[in-house]
């Protein structure tokens, strides 16, 4: 079946640490997303990505960075300078033409410990 | 800038009750307009979406119409379900925007017995 796999589903992390949070697709969507949700916040952009190659920053991109080497994996790492990392972590995938809606994975809960 | 405001939750309803949850929205340019819903733990799902004004989009018993004079997309459902209980995300995307989705704070539902 065609869908956005995102891993781990948990994920702990050491302060000081990098971590990074998997997002593979098999939709053959050109563009792909990263969103983070804390509590009562909806969603919030940190990058997005419309070709492979090539990505740019969203709302929120201090402290995280990503690459999109291959059309269907776009990694997102949570580095040390990220102040306050826990969240929940949302990868979405999407055509590009038209008015298209995206399709979620079903995140990854990044801890600090 | 683009923004989407929803009413704040929680609701809470009781079974076969009539449902309405606000959205309003700011955008420049002629947005596409979506609801998702989240289970406890998962990602979004698309529930239904509408492209351009006097659309109603609509999906297992729920509706919503694009309203470009009220700058509204209300959700609604004749009787909901237990299972209903979710949080539901008000979305808007931008076609000049880079296709990025502009969520909503998210309004949490719960539909006791």
């Known amino acids: 079946d065609g869908g956005i796999t995102q891993s781990p589903k948990y994920l702990f992390r050491k302060e000081g640490q990098n971590v990074t949070l998997s997002c593979e697709q098999n939709l053959n969507h050109d563009a792909m997303y990263w969103y983070r949700q804390d509590p009562g916040q909806g969603l919030r952009l940190i990058y997005y990505s419309q070709i492979v190659n090539d990505f740019q920053k969203g709302d929120i991109a201090e402290g995280y960075s990503v690459s999109r080497e291959k059309k269907e994996s776009f990694p997102l790492t949570v580095t040390s300078a990220q102040k306050n990392p826990t969240a929940f972590y949302l990868c979405a995938s999407s055509i590009q033409q038209g008015a298209p809606e995206a399709f979620f994975g079903q995140g990854t809960r990044l801890t600090v410990v | 800038g683009d923004s989407v405001t929803q009413m704040e939750g929680p609701v809470t309803l009781s079974e076969e009750a009539f449902l309405t949850i606000n959205c309003t929205y700011t955008a420049t340019g002629y947005p596409s307009l979506f609801w998702y819903v989240q289970y406890p733990g998962e990602g979004l799902q698309l529930l239904l979406k509408?492209?351009?004004?006097?659309d109603k989009g609509s999906n297992k018993g729920f509706e919503a119409t694009y309203r470009k004079e009220t700058t509204s997309f209300h959700l609604e459902k004749g009787s909901v379900q237990v299972s209903d209980s979710a949080v539901y995300f008000c979305?808007?995307?931008?076609?000049?925007?880079?296709?990025?989705?502009?969520f909503g704070q998210g309004t949490t539902l719960q539909v006791k017995p």
């Open positions: 979305a808007l995307r931008v076609s000049s925007n880079t296709g990025k989705l502009i």
């Open positions: 509408a492209t351009k004004a006097d």
